[in-house]
Structures are given as C-alpha cells and as structure tokens.
C-alpha cells in the first residue's frame, strides 16, 4: 500500500476521504484536519487558553497532543473518579500525568473522593448501568465548568471523535429527542458567565484515525474502557454505524455534516433561539442552576447525606 502523496509505505488507508497516507503525511493530514474544524467553526485562537479535558484515553491525549503542535495554549484537566475496579481511575491518571511530564503542559487534578468524600461508584451506588453514567456526567460537567470558571479559560476542549457524535446522533434520531439534537453540535456555546463554552475540536476525525495518530504519533494511551461502559447502547449503535461505513464508506461523515446543515437551514426548526433560561445561584457551590436553591450536583451530594 503506498502513500498518495509520497509513494513511501502507506501506514492508513481511509476510503472515506480516498487517502492511503504514510505516517509522516498522516500525522500532516491530522493536524490541518484539525485546524480546519477550529477555523470552520470558530471555536478558539491562538490567544485563548484552552482547558483541554483529558481521561487518559487515546482521543484526549491527541487532542492535547495536536493542540500543542498547532500552537495553541493548552492546560490539561484529569478528573480521578475514584473507580478503582481493575485501578482503573488511578491508571488512567498515570497516563494523563506522564503525558503531561513528557510535553512539560500544566495538568490539573481533581480526585473526586479526596475532594468531596465518595468516588463515582459508591455514589452512584446502585451498580452498573445508566445511572453510573449520568452521574458520572453530571460530576465530571460541573467539575470542569468550575476549574474552568476558576481558571478563567476561554473554552473546555473535549476528545469526542466523529465516531462518538455519530452514535449519539443516531440515538437521538431514533428516540427524535429534540432538545438533545438541538444541542448537539461541535460548539456548545456558554449560557452564563459562570458555566464554559465546549468545544470538540476531533468532531471531524474518525475513531480509527484518532486510534492511528495516537500510535504514530508514540502516545502511550490507557487501553482499558470504563468498567461501566461495557453495555453502553453507544457501543451498539458504534458497531452498526462501522457495518454502514463498511458497505458505504463516508456514511458516518455525511450523516454528520448532514445534521449541521439541516439544523443552520432551519430543518426540524431545531435552530429555533432557545428560550431565556432563569437562573439562580447555588446555595451551596455558586453555580448557576435552573432548578431550586441546589445545583444537581450538590442535591446529588446531600441525597447521600440524607438517603430517602
Ligand atoms: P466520554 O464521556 O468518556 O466518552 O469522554 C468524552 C470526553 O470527555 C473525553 O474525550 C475527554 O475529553 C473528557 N473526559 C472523559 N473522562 C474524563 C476524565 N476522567 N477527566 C477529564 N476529562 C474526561
Ligand atoms: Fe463515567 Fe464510566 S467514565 S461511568
Ligand atoms: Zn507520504
Ligand atoms: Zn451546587
């Protein structure tokens, strides 16, 4: 397999954009790819500081990776957890940390359970499933809403590939969740001073390219999935969307920009303003909440406090 662009040895072949590319012209490639989507959709410049938030994961850890080499001004953001089933939070720290040694970048640590007493699974205590998930959520949005609010960053960038946008389209068109299309997009813009824009700088970037770039490129990544995501439906509806990818290559792509410019042309009437949000303050932390005197993430913490 040779490079389209050199002739050398071809490292990826990627049907989707009729490319085989040899590692030096990926690693190329990845970059102007990603600059691209930050130009194309405005997410940040060259003076902005970004929080990069990374899991130890190969798609964080190149995006912090690409950020740097396109010059931009990066800290990293590793939230710990607490889930210690096969050590998994505390592993996935030692790649956020020696990255972040290796690269001599600022890493910011919040550990969950020294910082508010409980790590995700004894908070979450009714064992696997969805409810670990969305707890998980909602403590890592409010965690990285506050460093970023505390650290006066511009934007959170966040590793989610096309791949990942693409299950969660796929789910919402299934179940025509609205309100959450209408707020899937690469940029989340900020609602309130106090709560970050976010940005996904890897939305046009294919999982397999991001898994690519992450070995070219000699990042050393934690393999290991979250122990519970293993039933996660995005994994199912991964796996179909990679069977339509087979057949048709470039499926996921389209399907993808399809969305964005259905919803600027108004389709569906998702580009609709959204209405004026009231906000109060939270009693408790000071983030801005729509519901009562308590944010959910600190409700979260007093249930545990006080269990019905
Ligand atoms: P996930 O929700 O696990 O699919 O992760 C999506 C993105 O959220 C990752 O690409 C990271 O940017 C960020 N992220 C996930 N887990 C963490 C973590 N423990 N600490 C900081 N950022 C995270
Ligand atoms: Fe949050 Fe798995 S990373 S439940
Ligand atoms: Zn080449
Ligand atoms: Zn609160």
Not at 106 to 111: A, D, E, K, T, Y
Request: with cysteine.
């Amino acid at each position: 397999m040779k490079c389209t662009k050199c002739g050398g040895v071809a490292v990826i072949n990627m049907p989707q954009h009729r490319l085989k590319l040899c590692a030096e012209h990926f690693k190329e490639w990845v970059l102007s790819m990603v600059q691209r989507t930050i130009k194309r959709y405005r997410m940040f410049g060259p003076k902005d500081r970004i929080l990069v938030a990374v899991s130890g994961g190969k798609d964080s850890l190149s995006l912090w990776d690409i950020l740097i080499r396109l010059g931009y001004q990066t800290e990293g953001l590793y939230i710990n957890l607490g889930i210690t089933h096969e050590n998994y939070s505390d592993v996935s720290q030692e790649y956020a940390e020696a990255f972040a040694a290796a690269h001599d970048a600022p890493l910011h640590i919040v550990n969950v359970r020294e910082t508010y007493g409980q790590g995700i699974p004894d908070l979450a205590h009714t064992g696997r499933g969805k409810r670990m998930c969305s707890v998980c959520g909602l403590v890592k949005r409010h965690i990285m809403n506050r460093i970023a609010y505390e650290g006066g960053y511009a934007a959170i960038a966040t590793g989610h590939n096309l791949d990942d946008e693409v299950a969660v389209l796929l789910q919402n068109t299934l179940h025509w969740q609205g309100g959450y299309l209408k707020r899937q997009a690469p940029v989340l813009p900020s609602t309130h001073p106090r709560l970050a824009r976010k940005v996904k700088p890897l939305c046009h970037l294919y999982e397999r390219e991001t898994a690519a770039y992450a070995l070219v490129q000699g990042i050393a990544f934690v393999e290991q999935e979250c122990p519970y995501s293993v039933n996660a439906k995005t994994i199912f509806y991964k796996q179909i969307l990679n069977q339509l990818e087979r057949r048709s290559p470039g499926t996921k792509m389209q399907f993808y920009l399809g969305f964005l410019r259905a919803k600027e042309e108004g389709l569906f009437c998702l580009d609709e303003p959204e209405k004026e949000l009231t906000w109060n303050t939270c009693r408790k932390c000071g983030q801005p909440t729509t519901a009562g005197d308590l944010c959910a993430f600190c409700r979260l913490w007093e249930k545990q406090k006080h269990p019905a």
